[in-house]
């Protein structure tokens, strides 16, 4: 192997460039952000110094003390590693070496973890994927001081450590290694980085091509298919993240070591688009939290201090210095110590977040997350494929943000991630029962069961159809369409942002047609985020005694609060966010009703957040069109006790349907209207005209947008 | 009159230096905070010229469109006033101009507001107290721009508006003016600023000394009644924030234009007093929600900018620049200016955030609010007198905070302030029927009927008595009884902060002990805020129907979610709030119940936020010792992805009554034991002694502590 850092004897690192790690080192005074990581390191090492080698067999799942301590560690051998490059001082090489010689005696003894829960167990953490994550920072600490050791110490680790992991992870778990999944992306990553340290091509080679090297699995194949032609992660946001750091960081070891291999710019720079990808999955930092996600994971976290700090170094783009600044932190390795630099010499530009079509899928064929973007809003709809096990029975859904907020929401999963009391930190049962159900998305149910009859076969082979994509201008909009979520039922669904002037925020179309071979019941659910201060629909309130909304399919998690019939004028209910109010505005089926609900029922164990949600209901129809306005409008400031602009500035909301088109007309209170048209025709620039209150209207395309 | 400023003519400024106002403009460029408040107000100042001269004929209550058309007038004159003194620009005077001679016009029509909901109907505003407001600003605005006016319009405008106002609040609203009451201080100082502008001494002398000039009403006999001597305010932080304005901004006046009065002298100096005061009524910076409180109030705010500046002015204190510092915000006049130059300097000190004791009513005699502070947490106790008609039946309630966040609630007022749609943002039914009634606090209920069965006048006459208060140390501790809350029934209460070594923040225990003539039932609520992760109180949920606690006095407001049977080690819950653990720890009465209910129901207008509490419950008893304690532990970084502590470092609580002492026990799970005693004896040192575990302790005065 030839290292790009000119390593020439056997032990000298290659996953870092000494030189580089010697400067950050000798410079990082004049960086602050880089400083504080040297800071932060020191004083968290020297703490686990302190508390001196704690090496535990292991016991405990997620959450628990023995799961905790080998975390711990293996971010002490990271970070002591990379702090004895970076300041020479012997006390960090001494750390990782008493460290590791602890895991020497441990690790050739260890057989699977006995809190394992399922086939994957790992040695020294319940699940093998937490053994990865382990060897791939142990790994990249042990190589930074593995000159510093005596051979003979050199030796035992080699042997009783990284060789003893990276067989465990590779030819011994050959069900995990050569998966397509990111579990087997750590375990490539994870046995790759070892083959490099340990200068073992047998090693390096399985990790890029699999088990046996034919390259039907392995790192390059999971390049090809984990990732869609846009660098969408088929999970989903919040695995997209997690799933970014093995590729990222092997990646980058790859190009150090075998640069003729030019990995970044294998599969036209999927690791780099993946990176840049993972940036626009986020509002105000934040990922959206669609499938199994944790509502409170943004940038700033390891994986992408790491992913930033990489792209960089490999672009150049001034645009990842603004990602680094809202970061606040730099990873501790000389790609940081760059971004810190260039970010002191005010190169920050800001990042091109922007509407986006995200396809799904390796060849881009399975349905796209659609991102429609303003200044000050941010509208998502998830017309993705199922996105496997995390994924959730949502063809279709949306997501809003506005002014700093989530309004229209999504449960992400139900979990407390870590937390031993609720149930170890797994998964709860309400994360099948509650979270990833329909009725749990804005989007539409029929005959109160899930997408797909919540079956997750079935949803892995039918996607959605992005059928249209306008990002830009005044008019933004998306239509998708599935036909495979219930049997004999088709529903199509264009959202559209339309920017009107005087209004600081756009206002959101929604329009939901379904047509079913039966007659059915249709819900159409919306979560949203707020106090409710109008409920303009008649309605009549559950005062003493809360019904349970169904039976199953996370219906039976519903406390119906009131149950409502909206009108042609009686349409609408505002709510106040943060001191902005936002009116949902609807042109009510025949018949329809409209429910008001919460989340908690049968929850006996206090499992559930308690989330409002609406819902319009139809029933015994064979086909619906739910027509609905979302309209962000006004001010409340309560520290300065001011109000503006609480009343809806809509009069009337209208819809027709002709024989080819959709029609919605908008009509303010200042008497200006909006009307926006949508054929049927998604494809080419034919010309379509409707009649609109006697006057013929024309336009080219899938839409059209009048306002007078 | 003599004038500080020496305004010698009779229509120049006598509010606001004339030099000194010129020269805050001449330096405004030096000075960050004091150029943002020039730019902010230009801005404001244009748009509102822009947008033209709009004086509607009164209609609309609180919220409503002409309500707010002359807030935002109030605010612009007021502003354009100061930007003419500071600037120098006549756009600015002629604007005050042109809007006061609209008013000329509107004012000496104008008779009750037909939106007046009680007796005291303002002229422009549905209540004079905003009248009262409009006139304090407008009359700043008008100082500053009069002796650019011609005497024609001078004369008009003090004829027309001022003179009608004054007459208004004054001759011709007794029964505001000469109360003793916030609204009559607004009266007061309105009146009162208006006769120095017009150089009218009958005016002041009014003011100052109520309409009969005895001095049994008017501004001094507020300085003497409406503020304890430790500066406290009857009706609560709330209003004393809102109520401080008249008393600060007419003070300065008296200042500038009689200083022979000595004004921040009066009364041991209870103006600057009540200033500081306000800033300890604080957590964060925002204020203690107790009484009819919206809970976004914070220092942020017009009236704390003035306090801040004019008691800067007048003592040079500079911790209250500290306070600026957080506020962001200056009062665009020189004693703000002052603030941004000193701040500018580097002068800026940290306020003198401490545990007090703030004795209540005019003596000081009726009860105290008692504020226990470590650096990492408050603990308020609201052993206050009622507080008049904005009171809560809340006797020895208490709140905590801790790590940033509100830990032990108070629900504040049930109102949306300034939103149409909720009643004209009046006080909503809801206000009566749960967030005054004592349920919705964290104290003794018995029988389900608040104390002094919800009645005003009854609550009026009986304040709690604080028996001892301990403010500082390792043990920091407040004791407080009633016994006219209930017939029959007296309630001792003491809650002690323990500081601990190896916890972040002190751990709070609670001893709640009550005795009553006949047998009843006892409940003792916490509020909280978190989510449950740990029930270990053996508990049965209502999972699919939800019934209400009770019929009337707010229990018909709370949800049961379940029944719990607490005993001596399954008693307790732990919550996670931002990160931090929270447990709750209970010593069981025998057959004590465990209530955990959720408030929401008989809600037909979704008027309330839900929020969770728990109740300990103890049926047909004549006495009963809650003991509780309150643990605040661990981390949970979900960013990181990284928890410790999530378990509670307490192993068990016990509780022992003596003859005349009560011992709490807490025993940690690393083995070590603290034991608080508190004797029945608060006052003087006598000796104590118990026998704990065969060892006898002993102790001087009210209260002792031994960790071993
Ligand atoms: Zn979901
Ligand atoms: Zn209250």
Redesign the interface.
């Known amino acids: 192997l030839a290292n790009a850092h000119g390593a020439e004897s056997t032990s000298g690192p290659v996953l870092i460039s000494a030189r580089d790690a010697t400067q950050s080192g000798a410079q990082a005074q004049q960086y602050l952000l880089f400083q504080q990581e040297l800071d932060r390191a020191r004083k968290e090492v020297e703490a686990a110094i302190q508390a001196g080698i704690q090496v535990p067999t292991p016991k405990d799942p997620g959450?628990g003390d023995t799961h905790?301590q080998h975390?711990r560690n293996y971010k002490s051998i990271y970070q002591a590693g990379l702090l004895y490059r970076i300041t020479g001082e012997q006390q960090y090489s001494d750390w990782v070496r008493s460290l590791l010689l602890a895991y020497a005696d441990l690790c050739p003894k260890l057989g699977p973890h006995p809190a394992a829960a399922n086939q994957t167990a790992g040695r020294l953490f319940w699940q093998s994927l937490n053994d990865s994550v382990w060897l791939v920072h142990a790994a990249q600490g042990y190589d930074a001081v593995r000159d510093a050791l005596s051979a003979q110490d050199r030796g035992r680790i080699d042997r009783q450590v990284f060789r003893v992991m990276a067989k465990f992870l590779s030819d011994d778990s050959p069900q995990v290694f050569n998966r397509i999944h990111n579990h087997a992306t750590w375990a490539n990553a994870a046995v790759g980085m070892t083959g490099y340290v340990l200068r073992d091509t047998e090693l390096v080679d399985k990790a890029l091509l699999g088990l046996d090297k034919t390259g039907k699995a392995g790192f390059l194949k999971q390049l090809d298919v984990l990732f869609s032609p846009d660098g969408y992660y088929a999970e989903g946001p919040y695995y997209q993240r997690y799933a970014l750091l093995p590729f990222v960081i092997f990646a980058q070891a790859i190009q150090n070591n075998q640069p003729e291999r030019k990995i970044f710019e294998y599969r036209d720079g999927i690791v780099l688009e993946a990176i840049r990808t993972t940036i626009q999955l986020t509002y105000d930092g934040y990922f959206f939290p669609i499938n199994d996600a944790?509502p409170?994971?943004?940038l700033?976290?390891?994986e992408l201090y790491q992913a930033v700090a990489t792209a960089y170094q490999v672009t150049g783009d001034t645009a990842l210095l603004s990602i680094a600044q809202w970061q606040g932190r730099v990873v501790l390795a000389p790609e940081g110590f760059a971004v810190a630099r260039d970010i002191a010499a005010g190169k920050a530009q800001p990042f091109p977040f922007a509407s986006r079509l995200l396809r799904d899928g390796p060849r881009g064929d399975q349905g796209a997350l659609a991102i429609l973007r303003t200044p000050s809003q941010t509208l998502v709809m998830k017309n993705t494929a199922q996105g496997m096990g995390h994924g959730h029975f949502d063809k279709l859904n949306w997501l809003l943000y506005d002014n700093g907020n989530s309004i229209v929401t999504d449960y992400g999963s139900a979990r407390?991630?870590?937390?031993?009391?609720?149930q170890g930190?797994r998964y709860l049962r309400e994360n099948d029962s509650w979270a990833k159900q329909t009725i749990a998305h804005n989007t539409l149910v029929v005959n109160e069961r899930s997408h797909f009859n919540g079956d997750l076969k079935t949803a892995e082979k039918n996607a959605p159809e992005q059928l249209f994509f306008a990002g830009g201008g005044a008019t933004q909009l998306s239509t998708a369409e599935i036909s495979s979520a219930y049997p004999g039922v088709t529903f199509r669904r264009t959202i559209a942002q339309l920017t009107i002037s005087g209004y600081e925020s756009p206002l959101v179309v929604d329009v939901l047609r379904a047509t079913s071979a039966t007659p059915a019941q249709f819900d159409l659910p919306l979560h949203y985020s707020g106090?409710?201060?109008?409920?303009a629909v008649p309605h009549k309130?559950n005062?003493?005694?809360?019904?349970?909304l169904g039976r199953a399919n996370g219906y039976?998690h519903l406390?119906v609060?009131?149950v409502g019939a909206p009108s042609s004028d009686k349409n609408f209910v505002?709510w106040?966010n943060d001191g902005r109010f936002y009116t949902y505005r609807v042109v009510p089926p025949s018949g329809a009703q409209m429910i008001?609900a919460?989340s908690g029922?049968?929850?006996?164990?206090?499992n559930l957040?308690?989330e409002p949600v609406l819902i319009q209901r139809v029933t015994n129809a064979a086909n619906v069109t739910f027509v609905s306005l979302l309209e962000p409008h006004g001010r409340?400031d309560?520290?300065?006790?001011?109000?503006?602009g609480?009343?809806s500035g809509v009069r009337a909301l209208r819809y027709t349907r002709t024989a080819d088109a959709d029609v919605v007309q908008i009509e303010l209170a200042d008497g200006r209207n909006t009307i926006l048209t949508i054929a049927d025709a998604v494809d080419g620039d034919a010309t379509h005209s409707v009649n609109i209150a006697g006057r013929p209207r024309s336009w080219q395309g899938h839409f059209g947008r009048f306002d007078q």
């Open positions: 959450g905790e975390k944790m409170d994971k943004s700033r976290t390891d407390f991630l870590n937390i031993q009391a609720k930190g106090h409710l201060i109008n409920l309130s005062v003493a005694a809360r019904p349970v039976q406390w609060d009131a505002t106040l008001f919460e029922a049968n929850d006996p164990n206090f957040r308690r409340h309560g520290a300065n006790e001011t109000t503006v609480s009343q």
